[in-house]
């Protein structure tokens, strides 16, 4: 299936659109478009990664994976963000994985061009150490979360997360995947979405998941989904993708 023209329009990523012009056109010269299927593994854990990944209509899960293979994700990357930060914090790897949750498209920078820029010291330093920042406050969320929150909270969060990064209410997304990504038994997942449908927040069938009330999914949330986002928000100056 062709990808639609904002999927290849770079400056649909929130943080390559704040680029003031003279970084801006380094930067273009040397970006990528890559598209990202379903499932992608865009890097492993604790392998070199190769480059940084800007999303601009595909999502990204960061997945922290255990020595018996099981996983569960911390966090989410849309179009307001760059996926691959251990590379210009200096650490390289990273424990985590990332995988393509929803497909889509993007662009990537090498390790070495994303290093040179950041050791300018201009504003695209400042747009990087803030995002990740923002990350930081996810993942930690994250973790808060998945210990004091009930399933079905969890899944509001997720919910909610997930389409603040795509256009419209719709995802394609079934439930063994959400199960691996919330690190849960699938039979609770099929339970904690049955009930939202019952409520009238969600329709769901054959792995499309469409959100009818979104004020109720936020009221169903826990205060996680806020936090985030007004972080995000406070962060960084909101940029919504072209559509």
């Avoid at 099929?190 to 939202?196: C, D, F, I, Q, Y």
Wanted: aromatic share 6%.
């Amino acid at each position: 299936m062709p990808l639609p023209p904002d999927a290849m329009d770079p400056r649909n990523n929130s943080l390559l659109a704040s680029l003031p012009e003279e970084e801006w056109t380094r930067w273009s010269g040397q970006l990528e478009f890559v598209p990202l299927t379903l499932g992608q593994v865009i890097y492993e854990s604790g392998r070199p990664q190769s480059h940084v990944y800007f999303p601009t209509t595909a999502i990204v899960s960061l997945l922290y994976v255990m020595e018996d293979g099981a996983a569960a994700e911390i966090a989410v990357v849309g179009y307001e963000g760059v996926v691959g930060v251990s590379l210009f914090m200096g650490g390289e790897t990273t424990p985590s994985r990332a995988v393509v949750q929803s497909a889509g498209g993007c662009y990537r920078l090498r390790a070495a061009a994303i290093k040179t820029e950041f050791n300018r010291y201009g504003v695209g330093m400042h747009l990087l150490l803030r995002y990740t920042q923002a990350l930081l406050t996810q993942m930690a969320q994250t973790a808060v979360c998945n210990r004091h929150h009930v399933l079905e909270q969890q899944l509001c969060r997720w919910l909610l997360l997930s389409l603040d990064r795509i256009a419209g209410d719709h995802l394609v997304m079934t439930q063994e995947l959400i199960a691996n990504m919330l690190g849960v038994r699938r039979e609770g997942v099929t339970e904690a979405a049955l009930k939202l449908q019952k409520l009238g927040l969600i329709d769901y069938a054959r792995g499309h998941i469409t959100v009818i009330d979104r004020p109720g999914l936020e009221q169903r949330s826990c205060e996680c989904y806020a936090v985030v986002k007004r972080e995000y928000d406070r962060l960084l100056k909101p940029t919504s993708p072209v559509r």
